[in-house]
């Protein structure tokens, strides 16, 4: 079993900033990769990006990259979540999940351990 908890969120201005973590206890898989997705109201979840411990690296949807910039580290199971430049556009639930493997997947249904979400609101 795997549990995420998820930190940070909150109410920002657009072009503000937020950072959201996600630590990760326990083990079910030899290998990991996170990913984060954000859900709409009324919408499926959408993948923001993802990360690999096992390349140390990061990838991310079109829509964020160049704003967003997600990072961890081996010598530690949490991942954070920087948001930059944030717009109206931004706003849903944010959840991190961790699925076996070594690199994060775009599809949730890949996923099969989450965190609670937590919300992000960008006021216009």
């Known amino acids: 079993q795997v549990s995420l908890v998820e930190s940070g969120g909150g109410l920002v201005q657009a072009g503000g900033s937020l950072q959201l973590s996600c630590a990760a206890s326990g083990r079910a898989f030899d290998t990991y990769a996170m990913g984060w997705f954000r859900q709409h109201p009324g919408q499926e979840r959408e993948f923001v990006g993802g990360?690999?411990?096992?390349?140390?690296?990061?990838v991310y949807a079109d829509s964020v990259k160049g704003r967003f910039t997600i990072s961890g580290g081996n010598a530690t199971n949490t991942v954070t979540l920087q948001m930059n430049n944030l717009n109206p556009e931004d706003t849903a639930v944010y959840f991190c999940?961790?699925?076996?493997?070594?690199?994060?997947?775009?599809?949730?249904?890949?996923?099969?351990?989450w965190g609670q979400g937590t919300q992000v609101t960008v006021s216009s």
């Open positions: 990360f690999s411990w096992s390349l140390g690296a990061a």
């Open positions: 999940a961790v699925r076996g493997g070594i690199m994060p997947r775009r599809e949730s249904g890949e996923y099969p351990y």
